[in-house]
């Protein structure tokens, strides 16, 4: 007698799905499928950026034809002139003060958030309660805004450089400490381990460990945090009346717009010779 083998209806259904389309031939349908949802993920977000525009009274159409007249405008007064290139006696020394104060937050940053990185992972941290109050100082200065910080600051410590570089120093800290916290924590685990089986101590197993598989990672993101705060920089000396951003502010606000173009042609040959720089560090290091 044989036994019956009693198999779900949905898979000769499955099968007869599948042979419809004969071998070798292409099916379009899960493309176009894919096509449609794509299509309709994106009217979504049309639909609703149009229905944030008609809240705010934003005209996307004028502003779309004012585009070019502002750039016509840009290009003739923003133009630097050979009476503003006196300025430079001006604008080059707070352009070096904007860039020392900008590299200086950012190394002394990285300091402090390597340590706390170390001590906060979770593979070679100390452990206890101390990973998640590390992650959390972390989110804290890295969600507040770097402008944020420099008017709480400007309470504290008025107009000053210190304001400026501490402002730069709160938000690299946060930013670094995660970074430095997901490189730390996705290194192999092997030659931890294997030193730790050796009896190695704590100070041995970062040492011999942790900074060598991870100071590439480590230097990537402070040559990276390096540029970020260049450009912040400039908009927190507006703020605290220093450094390249508060000489941009002055000549603007005097309507000598070919000075102020020469500020920033400035800014960005240095973000841009920073931006080189790092890279060719990044190349040669990994």
């Given at each position: 007698?044989?036994?019956?083998?009693?198999?779900?209806?949905?898979?000769?259904?499955?099968?007869?799905?599948?042979?419809?389309?004969?071998?070798?031939?292409?099916?379009?349908?899960?493309?176009?499928?894919?096509?449609?949802?794509?299509?309709?993920?994106?009217?979504?977000?049309?639909?609703?950026?149009?229905?944030?525009?008609?809240?705010?009274?934003?005209?996307?159409?004028?502003?779309?034809?004012?585009?070019?007249?502002?750039?016509?405008?840009?290009?003739?007064?923003?133009?630097?002139?050979?009476?503003?290139?006196?300025?430079?006696?001006?604008?080059?020394?707070?352009?070096?003060?904007?860039?020392?104060?900008?590299?200086?937050?950012?190394?002394?940053?990285?300091?402090?958030?390597?340590?706390?990185?170390?001590?906060?992972?979770?593979?070679?941290?100390?452990?206890?309660?101390?990973?998640?109050?590390?992650?959390?100082?972390?989110?804290?200065?890295?969600?507040?805004?770097?402008?944020?910080?420099?008017?709480?600051?400007?309470?504290?410590?008025?107009?000053?450089?210190?304001?400026?570089?501490?402002?730069?120093?709160?938000?690299?800290?946060?930013?670094?400490?995660?970074?430095?916290?997901?490189s730390i924590d996705e290194m192999s685990a092997g030659p931890v381990e294997a030193l730790r089986a050796c009896g190695a101590s704590y100070g041995q197993i970062v040492a011999q460990a942790v900074v060598p598989m991870s100071i590439t990672s480590v230097v990537s993101w402070v040559l990276y945090m390096i540029e970020t705060n260049i450009r912040d920089a400039t908009l927190i000396g507006i703020l605290t009346g220093t450094g390249i951003g508060?000489?941009?502010?002055?000549?603007?606000?005097?309507?000598?717009?070919?000075?102020?173009?020469?500020?920033?042609?400035?800014?960005?040959?240095?973000?841009?010779?920073?931006?080189?720089?790092?890279?060719?560090?990044?190349?040669?290091?990994?």
């Open positions: 007698m044989t036994e019956r083998v009693l198999r779900p209806a949905g898979l000769f259904a499955g099968l007869r799905a599948r042979r419809a389309v004969p071998r070798g031939q292409y099916d379009g349908s899960f493309f176009r499928r894919r096509t449609m949802a794509v299509v309709a993920v994106a009217l979504v977000f049309v639909a609703l950026g149009a229905l944030s525009g008609t809240y705010v009274g934003f005209d996307f159409a004028q502003a779309i034809l004012d585009v070019p007249g502002g750039f016509a405008w840009m290009a003739t007064q923003f133009v630097p002139s050979f009476a503003s290139l006196q300025k430079l006696g001006t604008i080059l020394p707070a352009l070096g003060s904007t860039i020392l104060a900008s590299i200086a937050s950012s190394c002394t940053a990285a300091v402090l958030a390597y340590i706390s990185a170390v001590l906060g992972s979770r593979s070679v941290g100390v452990g206890g309660p101390f990973p998640l109050i590390v992650r959390a100082v972390a989110s804290l200065f890295r969600n507040i805004p770097v402008v944020a910080w420099a008017f709480i600051l400007l309470f504290s410590f008025k107009q000053s450089e210190f304001t400026g570089f501490f402002a730069l120093f709160l938000t690299s800290y946060g930013y670094l400490t995660r970074c430095f916290l997901e508060f000489v941009f502010d002055v000549y603007y606000k005097s309507f000598r717009y070919d000075i102020a173009g020469l500020v920033l042609l400035s800014i960005i040959l240095v973000v841009i010779a920073c931006e080189l720089i790092s890279n060719f560090v990044r190349r040669r290091i990994i």
